[in-house]
């Protein structure tokens, strides 16, 4: 790549320098490659890990002098019994995540600087960077190194194996430093389709012995608590690839004097399929319409905006911060003024939830109506085969082959995976 780039080593970032007055870096349409060391370390490591550098420690213990003492009071409650500082960290992701009583919430508001804090504390409510900064301040005033880290989450994952990774994955996670192993995540945001690492599970004791047999036996082959293989407990996945099986049919009683009540319902069935298939694209789209917008979340909002420019044309380029990214839809799109003044609103929004300083309030309020306006200004301004086209074959419906193939993908990997373990597994029982 040309241009001007430096390395900032701390935060581990590419900074691209700013070109002139109104001359910025672009990356767009760019390749690079990144080649990273994953940190993988064990439970047994962390644990047993020294004392850190004292500069280390001195520099990423600090916390403010205004700190409200419940800060440091939970923190020293919820580690009690402790016996080293793995342990303390342990527990205190399992605070937020799991037993604490904490939930996700993007339209928290904790108040500002270190009040912000013992306000989440009470409340219990927030998103990641309220996750993240308690955890790290929690983790300070207990003596352990901690810092909190903002990238991305992995991602979604595409049809040809490729991971797209957009703005709406942005994430925050605190990091705690560990002698001989470095910086380590930590994950105490209780969030869907986050991954916690294997090291800061809790080392809980299981039913299985301490020391495993060379050949498993067969009186604990399957646990208690593994799923049924009964309908009603068919994983969601499953159930839309069809695997689950389908009921038994219900026997009606034929009549002599005319058809069935399944025949009559049967054929009604078949009307209503070959009626409805060319409306399916446009009541599924109405329908996500209504979920997004009724979340009350705005990057959920900046998604609907993103695909209902995507079924008049617009291709997204998720490459680009938000504030470009409207306007290339108000150019492409041939917005009129208040249909751009809604973009750029939906827009601005989003720039305030993921960069807004930790306790800022983010309003939600309008933002739904901004989208409609926007969207009504996207179909107004395409002639009328093109309007048609984005109500009745929406290009966004793409997303549905995309999840089906992920799916798809991910079965046949753990069925592929399953089988391998099963041909491993037979020469050992075969030996008696």
Same mark, same amino acid.
């Given at each position: 790549?040309?241009?001007?780039? /430096?390395?900032?080593?701390?935060?581990?970032?590419?900074?691209?320098?700013?070109?002139?007055?109104?001359?910025?870096?672009?990356?767009?349409?760019?390749?690079? !490659?990144?080649?990273?060391?994953?940190?993988?370390?064990?439970?047994?490591?962390?644990?047993?890990?020294?004392?850190?550098?004292?500069?280390?420690?001195?520099?990423? #213990?600090?916390?403010?002098?205004?700190?409200?003492?419940?800060?440091?009071?939970?923190? @020293?409650?919820?580690?009690?019994?402790?016996?080293?500082? =793995?342990?303390?960290?342990?527990?205190?992701? &399992?605070?937020?995540?799991?037993?604490?009583?904490?939930?996700?919430?993007?339209?928290?508001?904790?108040?500002?600087?270190?009040?912000?804090?013992?306000?989440?504390?009470?409340?219990?409510?927030?998103?990641?960077?309220? %996750?993240? %900064?308690?955890?790290?301040?929690?983790?300070?005033?207990?003596?352990?190194?901690? /810092?909190?880290?903002?990238?991305?989450?992995?991602?979604?994952?595409?049809?040809?194996?490729?991971?797209?990774?957009?703005?709406?994955?942005?994430?925050?996670?605190?990091?705690?430093?560990?002698?001989?192993?470095?910086?380590?995540?930590?994950?105490?945001?209780?969030?869907?389709?986050?991954?916690?690492?294997? =090291?800061?599970?809790?080392? !809980?004791? #299981?039913?299985?012995?301490?020391?495993?047999?060379?050949?498993?036996?067969?009186?604990?082959?399957?646990?208690?608590?593994?799923?049924?293989?009964?309908?009603?407990?068919?994983?969601?996945?499953?159930?839309?690839?069809?695997?689950?099986?389908?009921?038994?049919? !219900?026997?009606?009683?034929?009549?002599?004097?005319?058809?069935?009540?399944?025949?009559?319902?049967?054929?009604?069935?078949?009307?209503?399929?070959?009626?409805?298939?060319?409306?399916?694209?446009?009541?599924?789209? #109405? /329908?996500?319409?209504?979920?997004?917008?009724?979340?009350?979340?705005?990057?959920?909002?900046?998604?609907?905006?993103?695909?209902?420019?995507?079924?008049?044309?617009?291709?997204?380029?998720?490459?680009?911060?938000?504030?470009?990214?409207?306007?290339?839809?108000?150019?492409?799109?041939?917005?009129?003024?208040?249909?751009?003044?809604?973009?750029?609103?939906?827009?601005?929004?989003?720039?305030?939830?993921? =960069?807004?300083?930790?306790?800022?309030?983010?309003? =939600?309020?309008?933002?739904? &109506?901004?989208?409609?306006?926007? @969207?009504?200004?996207?179909?107004?301004?395409?002639?009328?085969?093109?309007?048609?086209?984005?109500?009745?074959?929406?290009?966004?419906?793409?997303?549905?082959?995309?999840?089906?193939?992920?799916?798809?993908?991910?079965?046949?990997?753990?069925?592929? !995976? @399953?089988?391998?373990?099963?041909?491993? @597994?037979?020469?050992?029982?075969?030996?008696?």
């Amino acid at each position: 790549m040309g241009g001007k780039w /430096r390395f900032e080593p701390v935060g581990r970032t590419l900074v691209g320098d700013q070109l002139g007055r109104d001359r910025f870096q672009n990356v767009q349409g760019s390749a690079y !490659t990144v080649r990273s060391l994953l940190l993988n370390p064990t439970a047994q490591q962390l644990q047993s890990a020294p004392a850190p550098d004292p500069q280390i420690r001195d520099e990423y #213990t600090k916390v403010p002098d205004d700190l409200p003492p419940v800060v440091a009071e939970t923190a @020293r409650r919820v580690t009690q019994g402790s016996k080293d500082d =793995y342990t303390r960290a342990v527990k205190l992701q &399992d605070f937020f995540a799991v037993s604490g009583g904490f939930r996700y919430n993007t339209r928290t508001a904790s108040g500002t600087g270190a009040q912000a804090v013992a306000r989440f504390l009470e409340d219990k409510e927030g998103f990641c960077v309220h %996750f993240a %900064f308690s955890m790290a301040a929690m983790s300070r005033t207990l003596g352990i190194p901690a /810092r909190v880290a903002v990238g991305f989450t992995p991602g979604e994952k595409q049809s040809d194996g490729s991971v797209n990774v957009s703005m709406r994955d942005a994430h925050a996670w605190p990091e705690l430093y560990f002698e001989g192993v470095g910086w380590t995540r930590f994950e105490p945001t209780p969030r869907s389709g986050i991954d916690v690492p294997d =090291y800061s599970r809790a080392q !809980t004791p #299981t039913a299985q012995p301490s020391v495993p047999a060379p050949v498993p036996s067969q009186g604990a082959a399957q646990p208690s608590a593994a799923p049924s293989s009964t309908a009603d407990e068919c994983p969601p996945s499953m159930k839309k690839l069809g695997e689950c099986g389908a009921a038994a049919p !219900t026997q009606s009683t034929p009549h002599d004097d005319g058809p069935s009540v399944t025949t009559v319902l049967g054929w009604a069935a078949v009307a209503v399929a070959v009626l409805g298939v060319p409306l399916l694209p446009l009541l599924w789209r #109405t /329908r996500l319409r209504a979920r997004r917008l009724g979340t009350g979340e705005v990057l959920t909002a900046w998604r609907e905006l993103g695909d209902t420019a995507w079924d008049v044309g617009v291709v997204p380029d998720e490459a680009l911060s938000p504030r470009r990214a409207a306007s290339r839809v108000v150019d492409l799109g041939g917005l009129e003024l208040d249909a751009t003044e809604a973009v750029h609103r939906v827009a601005g929004a989003v720039e305030r939830a993921l =960069y807004a300083p930790p306790g800022a309030e983010v309003s =939600y309020a309008g933002l739904a &109506d901004d989208v409609l306006l926007a @969207r009504a200004g996207l179909l107004a301004a395409v002639g009328r085969p093109a309007r048609l086209r984005a109500l009745l074959l929406p290009r966004s419906a793409a997303r549905l082959a995309w999840a089906a193939a992920a799916r798809w993908s991910a079965l046949t990997s753990t069925v592929s !995976t @399953r089988l391998t373990t099963l041909r491993l @597994r037979l020469p050992l029982r075969n030996r008696g």
